[in-house]
């Protein structure tokens, strides 16, 4: 699977994320947009004692999520979710970037936290780095016919936007930025890491034969932009943190 070739370093902020969740005998927990689950696995080893609930939109990423014991999962959709009962804490990890109407769904999900409950979320941060600025240029010029309507602008707040949102609502909250400094090996290290995020949209419209030539074009760019070095290529990555109590 493309997107799990970085599972470490695509894992590292959550558990920074999750780090700075002080719960402590939290009973009940979702994790929104869970994909394969294998990090919600992790919400269950930190509060054993807590019934752990994580939801994803796609039946392939559930299908393969270790459910057991206090752990379960379920198909759903992050704007049509309503939980049966208050929340204690809600993680969204990397999901909402792909969410538009995420900055009117944050306060429901308030709204849904048990009292003192937390609510936890990580975004990318990076849409004006080059690995994002110079695809979005690429589908507006040789690309435009096919690709012109997916060249995103940076669909995130940062940390500012997202405490001022939620204090608003009477939450205490903890919002940072941190810019990871990952050392990915082997050629076209950006663009493998791109090719299961950012460029999937592209991709998925794309049949084999302008998938190829289109990467062909990425690459170009992204190896002017990232050089290898000996050892390895360098790829800043900004991450957008907020940790909010009800």
Same mark, same amino acid.
């Given at each position: 699977m493309i997107y799990g070739r970085y599972a470490d370093e695509r894992a590292r902020p959550f558990f920074d994320l999750v780090a700075r969740i002080s719960a402590e005998r939290p009973g009940y927990m979702?994790? $929104?947009?869970?994909?394969?689950?294998?990090? %919600? @696995?992790?919400?269950?080893?930190?509060?054993?004692?807590?019934? !752990?609930?994580?939801?994803?939109s796609s039946?392939?990423?559930?299908?393969? @999520?270790?459910?057991?014991? +206090?752990?379960?999962?379920?198909?759903?959709?992050v704007t049509r979710w309503r939980p049966e009962r208050p929340v204690d804490v809600i993680v969204s990890n990397a999901v909402l970037q792909w969410v538009p109407e995420h900055r009117?769904?944050?306060?429901?999900?308030?709204?849904a936290l048990a009292p003192e409950g937390w609510l936890a979320f990580q975004v990318p941060g990076n849409f004006? @780095?080059?690995?994002?600025? &110079?695809?979005?240029?690429? /589908? +507006?010029?040789?690309?435009?016919?096919?690709?012109g309507d997916? =060249? +995103?602008?940076?669909?995130?707040?940062?940390?500012?936007?997202?405490?001022?949102?939620? @204090? =608003?609502?009477? /939450?205490?909250?903890?919002?940072?930025? %941190?810019?990871?400094?990952?050392?990915?090996p082997g050629e076209n290290a950006v663009l493998r890491w791109i090719a299961g995020t950012a460029l999937r949209p592209m991709l998925d419209r794309l049949d084999p034969g302008?998938?190829? $030539?289109?990467?062909?074009? /990425?690459?170009? &760019?992204?190896e002017e932009a990232y050089p290898r070095r000996p050892y390895g %290529? !360098?790829?800043?990555?900004?991450?957008?943190?907020? !940790?909010a109590q009800k």
């Open positions: 979702v994790d $929104a947009g869970c994909g394969s689950g294998e990090l %919600t @696995a992790e919400l269950a080893r930190r509060w054993p004692e807590a019934d !752990v609930h994580g939801f994803d039946p392939a990423m559930i299908g393969e @999520a270790p459910a057991g014991g +206090r752990l379960t999962f379920s198909v759903g959709d009117e769904l944050l306060p429901r999900w308030v709204g004006d @780095a080059p690995s994002h600025a &110079l695809v979005r240029e690429l /589908c +507006r010029t040789r690309w435009r016919d096919r690709l997916l =060249a +995103r602008e940076s669909p995130v707040d940062g940390p500012a936007g997202y405490l001022d949102l939620l @204090a =608003a609502r009477g /939450c205490r909250v903890d919002a940072w930025e %941190t810019t990871y400094l990952h050392v990915l302008e998938a190829d $030539a289109f990467l062909g074009d /990425c690459a170009a &760019l992204l %290529t !360098v790829f800043p990555f900004r991450r957008i943190f907020v !940790v």
